[in-house]
């Protein structure tokens, strides 16, 4: 017997059956979501905190000879260095 007759509605317990297992399913994405969010903001917390110790680093140095010394265009390490943290 279909339980859902009360509803009056033209689904039949399969769909109404799938449409339940789609809504148990998002119940689960909020917490995927924060996850995710987490994720990208830790990721973002370490670019930040590289990026400030290579100009901390960048301002002790002769930064040209390094360039020229790893042979990167000259202004790399600076490029990388200010990028922002969003940016990988």
């Known amino acids: 017997m279909n339980t859902h ?3 009056n509605t033209s689904l039949t ?3 109404l059956n799938a449409a ?11 917490i995927e979501m924060q ?3 987490v994720a990208i ?3 973002w ?5 590289q ?10 140095m002769d930064v040209a000879l390094i360039e020229k010394d790893i ?8 490029e990388e260095a200010y990028k922002p943290f969003w940016k990988h």
């Open 41 to 43: 903001l830790h990721q």
């Open 20 to 30: 339940c297992d789609a809504l148990r399913a998002c119940q689960h994405r909020p």
């Open 71 to 78: 042979g990167v265009p000259a202004g790399t390490l600076g």
């Open 5 to 7: 007759s009360s509803f």
């Open 51 to 60: 990026r400030s110790a290579l100009r901390r680093q960048l301002m002790e």
């Open 13 to 15: 317990d399969s769909q």
């Open 45 to 49: 917390w370490q670019r930040a905190r």
């Open 35 to 37: 996850r995710t969010v």
